[in-house]
């Protein structure tokens, strides 16, 4: 809904980079149980540090003292679990709050509600009621999910070790579509001065390009609405209201939950009684079709939506006409 618009480009900026902290202190925490689910998939992480042309060892020794499994990488992984990135998110945490505090919310779009003006609610005590209402369910969730919920049952895979196998072993969701992207990306044999392991192109350079296009998007929308590039913006865009933006999230979107799905592969195969190259097959396919179709049918609609708003035009608050004057 475009709230990224000037001048919150750097909280969006914030927001980027807490849910990539937030993604890598999930591993970190899946990583640090050793046993042989989590050992397996830190062995895949330790492969994709190493298809790094040129810095690929050395990032490894730094991250994980080493060659995998190396004695000091658990507690580095826990330093890092329990200090350091859990330091970094309250850091942004709190400068995305002060930033909110100066710049306020966004609108959506009605009565009074203009780009130089903001209604919103009071911090005492409609908008301090709900948001003590939101931790009390997250914390009700947190707490039912650490006494109903079985994490991490190391006595069911057994320490890590190199030689075993673990069948139908899966990444966590939000990484799941990291492990399908390997699965699912053809080998390309690139041989040069430095070699590039295939893991490399699924493993580190896709999630580079989804999160540098998140990180660009602010400037993106500024190529594309040019015209309203330099001033600022409190209300929001409807979904409708942007057709190629809310089709190209919705694309990208389906692209990443075909690879989320390609993640299992194996236990698709299985519940389906097929074999598991017909279904990577299958997989490639939807990754190539399914996100162009999803990205026309949203455009689509969207502009159909736009067409018939703009022909049945709803009443002009007065304050809004007066702006616009």
């Known amino acids: 809904m475009a709230a990224y618009r000037r001048p919150r480009e750097i909280n969006w900026t914030i927001g980027v980079t807490l849910l990539a902290l937030a993604i890598a202190n999930g591993f970190i925490g899946y990583s640090i149980v ?12 330790y492969a994709i540090l190493m298809s ?18 190396s004695p000091v990488a658990i507690p580095r992984l826990y330093s890092l679990h329990i200090f350091l990135v859990p330091a970094a998110i309250a850091f942004l945490i709190a400068v995305h709050v002060g930033l909110i505090w100066r710049q306020l919310h966004t609108n959506y779009p009605g009565p009074r509600r203009t780009d130089r003006t903001i209604v ?9 009621v709900k948001s003590l209402g939101l931790f009390g369910l997250l914390f009700a969730t947190v707490a039912a999910l650490g006494g109903l919920v079985q994490i991490d049952p190391v006595w069911i895979y057994g ?51 989804v999160f540098l296009g998140l990180y660009l998007y602010p400037w993106f929308d500024k190529l594309v609405y040019f015209r309203d590039a330099g001033r600022q913006h409190n209300v929001l865009r409807l979904p409708y209201e ?8 919705c694309g990208v979107f389906t692209f990443l939950l075909v690879l989320l ?31 162009p ?28 006409a007066a702006v616009t004057r």
């Open 52 to 69: 790094i042309p040129v810095i690929g060892e050395w990032l490894a020794f730094l991250c994980l003292g080493g060659v995998y499994p």
């Open 120 to 128: 919103g609610s009071r911090l005492w005590p409609s908008y301090a």
């Open 159 to 209: 320490p890590y070790d190199p030689t075993a196998i673990l069948p139908g072993a899966q990444p966590d969701w939000y990484l799941g579509w990291v492990e399908g992207a390997m699965r699912l990306f053809p080998s390309l044999n690139l041989r040069g001065r430095y070699f590039v392991p295939d893991v490399f192109f699924p493993g580190m350079l896709l999630p580079a390009i």
């Open 34 to 45: 050793d046993d042989l689910l989590s050992g397996a998939g830190l062995r895949i992480a």
């Open 242 to 249: 942007q057709p190629f933006h809310t089709a190209l999230g």
């Open 293 to 320: 179709l999803v990205f026309a049918g949203v455009y689509a609609l969207c502009r159909r939506a736009l067409r018939l708003r703009t022909a049945v035009p709803g009443p002009v608050p007065a304050e809004e």
């Open 261 to 291: 799905f390609a993640g299992g592969d194996d236990v698709i195969a299985v519940a389906a009684g097929a074999s598991v190259a017909h279904i990577r097959v299958v997989l490639q396919a939807l990754s190539l079709v399914l996100p």
